[in-house]
């Protein structure tokens, strides 16, 4: 099993720019995308953005499109979530997921089921 660390969350205020980094612990072989999602105490974790690994092809959730970058390093096996225009909205944990085999390609909105291994979630605030 692959650990996660993700990094960057803090406190923003809105209209502000933040960056989230996530590293995996070890190289492996079988990765078919990562991606971040986010969760709100007491309600579902959300789909924010995804990255297939060899392709680099993103697919992002409606509610960040145009103003979140998902990209990825792969010497550094690492994915990155450039946060634009932030909105007290986007306020959450934030988490890193790997998927093994590709399950995440079968809906255009990836659920949560189809990743593999989490992180333990970055808490980004905006507030003013």
């Keep these: 099993q692959v650990q996660l660390t993700e990094s960057g969350g803090v406190v923003v205020q809105p209209g502000g720019s933040l960056e989230l980094s996530c590293v995996a612990s070890e190289r492996t072989s079988k990765l078919y995308s990562m991606a971040w999602f ?3 105490p007491g309600k579902e974790r959300e789909f924010v953005a ?8 993103t697919k ?8 979140f970058i998902i990209s990825r390093d792969i010497v550094k096996m690492s994915i990155f979530l450039r946060m634009n225009d932030l909105k007290t909205e986007d306020t959450a944990l934030y988490y890193c997921a790997l998927d093994t085999v590709g399950y995440s390609s079968y809906d255009a909105i990836p659920r949560p089921y189809h990743y593999d291994d989490w992180g333990q979630g970055t808490q980004v605030t905006v507030s003013s």
């Design 60 to 67: 992002y959730s409606d509610s960040v499109k145009g103003r």
């Design 38 to 40: 986010r969760q709100d």
């Design 50 to 57: 995804d990255i297939t690994w060899d392709a680099g092809n």
